[in-house]
């Protein structure tokens, strides 16, 4: 699973280019707010396994109107730096590797 280009925005973390991209458009159960917004990661020059991370908060374009911060790339630079200390290999192939950092997250009833 590789990012497309269209959308995806440059990082540099610890002197390693990635690739990071948000959805422009929240899913069904992200727009209910009923799930965690997500973003993927990917090497930028060297895809291999994609990393997903699901963050603590409602997708910043949910339909029902939860308050929600916009995902900062000091957010997507925490999340890589912890995704590569609990074993994640961005240039290996492999299925993609899951950070969930939801803790906290209340799905709307």
């Known amino acids: 699973m590789t990012l497309g280009r269209k959308g995806a925005r440059r990082i540099m973390v610890d002197g390693t280019a990635y690739r990071w991209r948000l959805r422009h458009r929240p899913t069904y159960s992200q727009g209910v707010a009923w ?20 963050t603590h908060q409602p997708h910043p374009s949910n339909w029902i109107g939860h308050e929600a911060k916009p995902v900062l790339p000091s957010d997507v630079a925490q999340a890589i730096e912890r995704a590569l200390h609990e074993g994640w290999t961005p240039t290996a192939s492999g299925p993609p590797f899951r950070l969930d950092l939801s803790t906290g997250f209340t799905p709307s009833p």
Do not use: K, Y
Not at 35 to 54: I, K, M, Q, R, Y
């Open 35 to 54: 799930s965690p917004c997500t973003f993927a990661v990917e090497h930028a020059d060297t895809p291999g396994t994609t990393l997903l991370v699901a």
